[in-house]
């Protein structure tokens, strides 16, 4: 029983800052050869991956939000974090959470394992809208 909930999703100006948040329910469940994740999904579009994890904290980033986004995880609260900094319109999507069975780097780089809910464990998802 995994279950992953996103928070602090809302609207906000071009340049302006949000954090998400993600709980995760039930991790005795989940092997440890999984990583955590955020992804993306603008209507019209794939969902990719956006930022991801490693289990030794290492972090892997989508070009387009390299150096603007943070990826945090505090294993004692169960919560996995999304800094979002220097926002523009182009990051309007539906964000989703996730744990997977492939490596960090690999997750932001092939959307193919993104495509579906039946591969891995996923939120229901936070809607962030920049506005111009």
């Known amino acids: 029983q995994v279950q992953l909930v996103e928070s602090g999703g809302g609207t906000v100006q071009s340049g302006g800052s949000l954090r998400l948040s993600c709980v995760v329910s039930g991790t005795q469940y989940i092997s440890n050869d999984y990583r955590l994740g955020w992804f993306r999904q603008a209507p019209g579009q794939k969902r990719v991956g956006v930022a991801a994890?490693?289990?030794?904290?290492?972090?892997a980033y989508a070009e387009p939000v390299k150096g603007r986004f943070i990826i945090s995880k505090v294993s004692a609260e169960n919560t996995l974090y999304l800094q979002m900094n220097s926002l523009t319109p182009e990051d309007t999507a539906m964000y989703y959470c996730?744990?997977?069975?492939?490596?960090?780097?690999?997750?932001?780089?092939?959307?193919?394992?993104?495509?579906?809910?039946?591969?891995?464990?996923w939120g229901q998802g936070t809607q962030v809208t920049v506005s111009s």
């Open positions: 996730a744990a997977l069975p492939v490596p960090a780097a690999i997750l932001v780089q092939d959307p193919s394992y993104a495509q579906g809910d039946d591969f891995g464990y």
């Open positions: 994890i490693d289990n030794d904290g290492g972090a």
